[in-house]
């Protein structure tokens, strides 16, 4: 379709609404050209019905209240009165545009040059001067509409001359014409000013996610169709390169043009994070409400059920989240004529917004509540919610009570309670508020509180007071503190480990043990983050740990959050005295942590004042190891010595990467990357952490080989993934879980691409651990993987600079790889599980012993 063809359907489409709204700019340049001469007539009863001054106590009918909107709109030929709202009623003042409450942006000449070009351009009709037959391009009739007013096109036919203002307002009520008589036809009549609009109103966004091209193309067409009714152009937006989080904050009206596909494809990414959002019990309900939103599906039939699903479902997860349908989903059928029911879809839309009359549309764009940010309760606390139809929004008491819902806290749309259901609903319900009692009183009653907030975030910025809040939520601590954590302060935690148990009872350490030399009943596990940028699939805790990208949440003070550790941990150890089989002398020296494993979960480095923390165990002769995902490359360039800084390779190419630590950062594969070659340059001993998945990250051999390459790391830990029982987002099963000669394998090949350089040096067969060290830490036959770790606090002290090879010790043959211990300290019990029939047999002894006593 030609351009001149296109414009001419659409003028066919949109000439009623665009010939009113002409009008009533033509009526305003009325009433700006006689402003001078009424004004100075005290006496004059000129705008009576444009006035909501003068008429207070009447609400304002449909015809004024556009009326008095055009007024405000062309503030430009008003002058001063643009920023004086006072003269509106409330609810008129809430219809304008964000934008145009407050004073304009642009220069007042240019304002003014406006709105003299809308004073002869704006109207439609040509009083009947044109010549023309019917000229659909202006609107005007040439003055051939015989009956007095043409309802059809709005215009006068060039008979309503008005001589004053009030003529003009009369003939506006009754026939909604402004025709003045006078004026030369316009090229094509405009809503609002063009020249206004950028200023005026916040671009409409349109999302799309394409491979073969057509919903960009639909994206186009909207963004043409929108310039054409005299909006400003759309923003168009791949959905690939919008950060998701975003949406949490975006308040425009977003039209979403997305294609389906079952293989991976450009929206995956958006509809996980819909779906990873819609059921994450810690965001908010009602987290999106404050976008306007309608989506467009582009699918094809023959792929039949799947038929648009992803949009589909997109659709449906936006509503469920708050954000306001503005327009029905819609959807084109590859199979069919997808560009015609696009076309009706896109037009019918950009109608319904343009048009007063459908004011929940309407009002998505020309009309927002908020102002600099603040939302809508804050804006006007005093008035009601109410619903599309106007009607005071009836919450149940669980919601002003801000209680969780029967679903868990969301009463999503087409979810009704049967009846037959309604008891256990009641006993859910009760459960809930009783829960929540009890959850609200640990977290008061929490004995270790943070003595000292740190205001600023790891950038230096001070942390505005109404965004520092806790990051541990009453529910937080209830999940957690159920998982066996003792929570310090607002973000910190720590945990016995099932190693330092296992030591305490002559059991055997950890393959740190083998690898590095320590004892478990020695080490401390905890962490001074629980929140983390990744959601990673093995990692068991994502449903519970806070995410985010940034620190935004109260800071506790480092030294407070070390005591806090150590007095749980203490306490937490003496709960296992006279547990049987611990060992007296193992109990005594636990009470000396020597070593802090900061890898509990969520990312430690994310912590403000991380180096603080380590250097404070440092001063205590307590080495640290941290692990990091590998997401804050500043901050690992910017990390003080630690005793050994580990970072966690999860995949090594992107694809893999962000399936399996489904990271929060758009960038998270240049931060990772970033963070290798800030690993390269650190002095102290690396370590890459490879926890291998099958299926997932288990084949790109050569891949890996290149990124150790990238970051020379001192050592790589390689593991299997150990089974949780994941379940639920993570998807992953025991068949992920590799066989100890499986990942034998993957390190041999490992091995061999790397070449010289690197060796396989310990293992850990417990748990299916294999250490590859770099061969600076052979001499002869001998490894030296293990740590002098009073040299290493010396070192610290010293304040000198050193490297990796200057605190290094002795490996003990018996963590050799391929040693018959298989890294078991042979000074240790080794414990091997019982079958069940040995448990059978156990019980029946001592049943047996009992009856003998
Ligand atoms: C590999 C492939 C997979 C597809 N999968 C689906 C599907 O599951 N459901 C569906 O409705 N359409 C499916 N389609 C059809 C596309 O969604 C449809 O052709 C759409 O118009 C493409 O939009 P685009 O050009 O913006 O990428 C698939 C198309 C391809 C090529
Ligand atoms: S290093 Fe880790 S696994 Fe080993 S004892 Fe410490 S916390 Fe437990």
Request: hydrophobic share 30%; net charge negative.
């Amino acid at each position: 379709m030609s351009a001149s063809s296109s414009n001419l359907q659409l003028w066919k489409e949109y000439r009623i609404p665009l010939v009113c709204m002409a009008i009533g700019i033509a009526t305003l340049s009325i009433l700006i050209s006689n402003k001078a001469s009424t004004a100075s007539k005290p006496d004059s009863n000129h705008d009576q019905d444009t006035h909501p001054d003068d008429k207070k106590d009447k609400p304002l009918n449909k015809v004024e209240e556009i009326e008095a909107v055009n007024r405000v709109v062309d503030h430009a030929t008003e002058e001063q009165k643009p920023y004086q709202h006072q003269g509106l009623k409330k609810e008129v003042y809430r219809k304008l545009p964000k934008v145009i409450r407050k004073k304009p942006k642009k220069k007042q000449a240019e304002l003014d040059a406006a709105a003299a070009a809308s004073a002869t351009k704006a109207s439609g009709c040509c009083g009947g001067k044109n010549k023309a037959e019917d000229d659909k391009s202006t609107g005007c009739c040439g003055g051939k509409s015989k009956p007095e007013t043409d309802k059809s096109t709005g215009c006068c036919g060039g008979k309503n001359k008005p001589t004053s203002e009030d003529s003009v307002v009369n003939t506006l009520k009754t026939t909604g014409c402004g025709c003045s008589s006078g004026n030369t036809p316009s090229v094509k009549p405009a809503l609002i000013d063009p020249l206004l609009l950028p200023e005026l109103i916040e671009p409409i966004k349109v999302f799309y996610s394409t491979i073969t091209g057509t919903a960009k193309l639909f994206a186009q067409q909207l963004a043409e169709s929108a310039v054409s009714l005299g909006l400003p152009h759309p923003k168009l937006i791949d959905i690939v390169d919008y950060d998701t989080e975003d949406f949490l904050t975006e308040s425009s009206l977003s039209i979403f043009i997305l294609s389906t596909y079952n293989v991976e494809g450009p929206n995956d990414w958006f509809l996980k994070w819909l779906e990873d959002t819609r059921f994450d019990w810690r965001v908010q309900k009602g987290a999106l409400n404050r976008l306007k939103f309608s989506v467009f599906g582009l699918g094809d039939s023959a792929y039949g059920d799947d038929f648009c699903n992803g949009p589909r479902l997109a659709d449906k997860w936006l509503g469920q989240m708050g954000a306001q349908r503005v327009w029905p989903f819609g959807e084109g059928d590859k199979n069919g004529d997808q560009g015609g029911a696009y076309k009706q879809w896109n037009d019918a839309m950009l109608d319904s917004l343009l048009d007063p009359n459908q004011s929940h549309v309407h009002d998505a764009y020309f009309s927002s509540d908020e102002e600099d940010g603040a939302s809508a309760s804050e804006h006007d606390d005093d008035e009601e919610e109410l619903d599309e139809d106007g009607e005071p929004v009836k919450k149940t008491k669980e919601e002003k009570l801000g209680l969780p819902t029967i679903d868990g806290g969301d009463a999503s749309e087409g979810e009704m309670v049967d009846l037959e259901d309604m008891g256990n609903v009641a006993r859910k319900i009760k459960q809930a508020k009783e829960d929540k009692a009890l959850d609200e009183e640990a977290y008061a009653n929490q004995n270790v509180r943070a003595k000292r907030s740190v205001g600023e975030t790891k950038d230096g910025k001070a942390i505005k007071p109404r965004e520092v809040r806790e990051m541990v939520s009453p529910l937080l601590y209830k999940s957690l503190t159920k998982q066996g954590y003792k929570i310090i302060g607002t973000h910190s935690g720590v945990k016995i480990c099932r190693w330092t148990k296992a030591a305490l009872r002559g059991r055997g350490f950890c393959y740190k043990h083998s690898f590095y030399g320590i004892q478990s009943h020695l080490c401390m596990e905890t962490t001074p983050s629980l929140a983390c940028a990744n959601k990673c699939v093995f990692c068991w805790r994502h449903h519970t740990n806070p995410v985010g990208t940034e620190w935004r949440w109260k800071v506790d003070d480092p030294e407070f959050i070390l005591e806090g550790a150590l007095d749980n941990h203490y306490g937490m150890l003496k709960q296992l005295k006279g547990v049987p089989g611990v060992r007296a002398d193992r109990f005594v020296e636990a009470n000396q942590v020597k070593h802090c494993a900061l890898s509990l979960v969520g990312e430690p480095i994310f912590y403000p004042h991380i180096n603080e923390f380590v250097n404070l165990l440092h001063k205590k002769r307590i080495s640290s190891f941290l692990v990091t995902n590998a997401q804050f490359p500043d901050a690992i360039a910017s990390m003080d010595p630690v005793t050994q800084l580990y970072v966690s390779v999860d995949a090594s190419t992107k694809e893999s990467l962000k399936k399996i630590d489904r990271p929060l950062f758009r960038d998270f594969w240049e931060r990772f990357l970033d963070s290798l070659d800030a690993l390269g340059k650190k002095g102290q001993r690396t370590v890459y952490r490879l926890t291998l998945v099958k299926d997932f990250n288990t084949d790109e051999i050569a891949n890996y080989v290149e990124l150790i390459r990238r970051g020379r790391p001192d050592f790589i830990e390689i593991k299997g993934v150990t089974y949780c029982g994941y379940g639920g987002a993570s998807g992953l099963t025991m068949a992920n879980v590799p066989y100890h000669a499986e990942v034998v394998r993957f390190v041999e090949l490992i091995q061999e691409q790397l070449g010289a350089g690197y060796e396989i040096a310990a293992e850990h067969a417990h748990s299916c651990s294999i250490l590859v060290a770099s061969t600076k830490f052979k001499k002869g036959d001998k490894w030296y993987t293990h740590i002098d770790y009073d040299k290493f606090f010396d070192l610290v002290e010293s304040g000198q600079k050193f490297t990796s090879l200057d605190y290094m010790a002795e490996t003990p043959t018996w963590a050799y790889f391929g040693a018959p211990e298989g890294g078991f300290d042979p000074e240790e019990t080794r414990y091997f599980r019982k079958t069940k029939e040995q448990r059978k047999a156990e019980r029946e002894r001592r049943e047996g012993e009992q009856d003998e006593e």
